[in-house]
Nanobody, 125 residues
C-alpha cells in the first residue's frame, strides 16, 4: 500500500484551476521529506513539475508551469498541495507526488524513494 495518496484530479476546461493534494499515511513522516510533483502524459516521459523542501522554505518549478502552479505544504496535516491555475491542454497527464530524503532543484525522479499512485488531470473543452 502506497504511503502517499494523490487526490484532486479531474476534467477542467482550458484556463481553469485545480488543486491537487498529496496526503501521507499516518505512519509516514512526511515532515522529514522533500516532496515533488511529477506528471506523465501518454507516450511521453515522466517530468518533474515542482518540488518543495521538508520545511517548505525552498521551492522550484519547471519552466512550463512557472507562474501558473504553486506548491505548498501543511506538515501538521501531512499534506502537500499543488495549486494549478491557467491550465492548458498540454497540462493533461497523470500527476504523481513523491518523497525524497534530500531537496534538490533538479527533480530527478530516481532521487525519490516513495511514490503515490497518481491522479488524472485532463484539460479539455
Amino acid at each position: 500500500q502506497s504511503q502517499l495518496v494523490e487526490s484532486g484530479g479531474g476534467l477542467v476546461q482550458p484556463g481553469g484551476s485545480l488543486r491537487l493534494s498529496c496526503t501521507a499515511s499516518s505512519i509516514f513522516p512526511l515532515g522529514h521529506f522533500a516532496i515533488g510533483w511529477f506528471r506523465q502524459a501518454p507516450g511521453k516521459e515522466r517530468e518533474g513539475v515542482s518540488v518543495i523542501s521538508s520545511s517548505g522554505v525552498a521551492t522550484h518549478y519547471a519552466d512550463s508551469v512557472k507562474g501558473r502552479f504553486t506548491i505548498s505544504r501543511d506538515n501538521a496535516k501531512k499534506t502537500v498541495y499543488l495549486e494549478m491555475n491557467s491550465l492548458k491542454p498540454g497540462d493533461t497527464a497523470t500527476y504523481y507526488c513523491a518523497a525524497a530524503v534530500s531537496y534538490s532543484d533538479s527533480m530527478r525522479d530516481y532521487d525519490f524513494d516513495y511514490w503515490g499512485q497518481g491522479t488524472q488531470v485532463t484539460v479539455s473543452s
